[in-house]
């Protein structure tokens, strides 16, 4: 079955970076779309990122653009997702994402705190 492992969260100070991990397995990961999303306490989920099949272009959420990179490395099945110059309204869940199979699939997260 398909199965999303995040990791790389952490608490960081603001201007920090972090790179959060997402290990695949259980589909065809080089031929999936996979998103990045998020989750700040008591705000609804949030689209941040996708990687689109058929090439390696990315989009992002505005408030992302020149400071996240979303990339991924078909030979480990990992979806990355680089964050730089990080803000406290960056602090969330995050989660990678894919449609597969007929269905929507996430893995468990992790927490991401900006905080001085």
């Known amino acids: 079955q398909v ?3 995040e990791s790389g969260g952490d608490m960081v100070h603001p201007g920090e ?3 959060l991990s997402c290990e695949a397995s259980g589909f065809d990961f080089a031929n999936y779309r996979m998103s990045w999303v998020r989750q700040a306490p008591g705000k609804e989920l949030e ?14 959420i505005d408030n992302a653009k020149g400071r996240f990179t979303t990339y991924k490395d ?10 730089n ?3 406290p309204e960056d602090t969330a869940r995050y989660y990678c994402l894919v449609n597969a199979f ?3 699939e996430r893995g468990q997260g992790t927490q991401v705190t900006v905080s001085s």
């Open 102 to 104: 007929g269905k929507q």
């Open 3 to 5: 199965q999303l492992v």
């Open 85 to 87: 110059n990080l803000t």
């Open 17 to 19: 970076s972090l790179r």
């Open 47 to 60: 689209w941040v990122s996708s990687f689109n099949t058929g090439g390696t272009s990315s989009t992002y």
């Open 74 to 83: 078909n030979s480990k099945n990992t979806l990355y997702l680089q964050m």
